[in-house]
């Protein structure tokens, strides 16, 4: 059975940096794409960032190039997406995904939102507060 539980969530101040996880078990991530997503009350979900089962490069969208990275951990359980420089537009519920095609990633497949995509997390919770 496929799980995958998020955390790392919090508040944060305007500028500041968080680190979210994403646990996987009952797959393997070395052939699965993670994609980040995130939903903010009113708004539809929005792929943030993924890494992809073709090669450890992470891609993410324009709101994220530059301030947010994704990585997998060297035992390939866990992704991680370090959050830098965060701003309160990032306030949202972010999700943890697994699945999608080959090559789902470096097509930012990841941008569509997400409905291709078996596995989810439970979410975590990013508050960007001054």
């Known amino acids: 059975q496929v799980q995958l539980v998020d955390s790392g969530g919090g508040l944060v101040q305007p500028g500041g940096s968080l680190r979210l996880s994403c646990a996987a078990s009952?797959?393997?991530?070395?052939?699965?794409?993670i994609a980040w997503f995130r939903q903010a009350p009113g708004r539809k979900r929005e792929g943030i960032s993924c890494i992809g089962n073709e090669r450890e490069k992470g891609y993410h969208d324009t709101s994220a190039k530059g301030r947010f990275t994704i990585s997998k951990d060297n035992t390939k359980t866990t992704v991680y997406l370090q959050m830098n420089n965060l701003k309160e537009e990032d306030t949202a519920v972010y999700y943890c995904?697994?699945?999608?095609?080959?090559?789902?990633?470096?097509?930012?497949?990841?941008?569509?939102?997400?409905?291709?995509?078996?596995?989810w997390g439970n979410g975590t919770l990013v508050t960007v507060s001054s």
């Open positions: 009952g797959i393997s991530l070395d052939n699965t794409n």
């Open positions: 995904a697994a699945g999608g095609r080959f090559h789902y990633c470096s097509t930012y497949g990841f941008l569509a939102g997400g409905f291709d995509l078996d596995h």
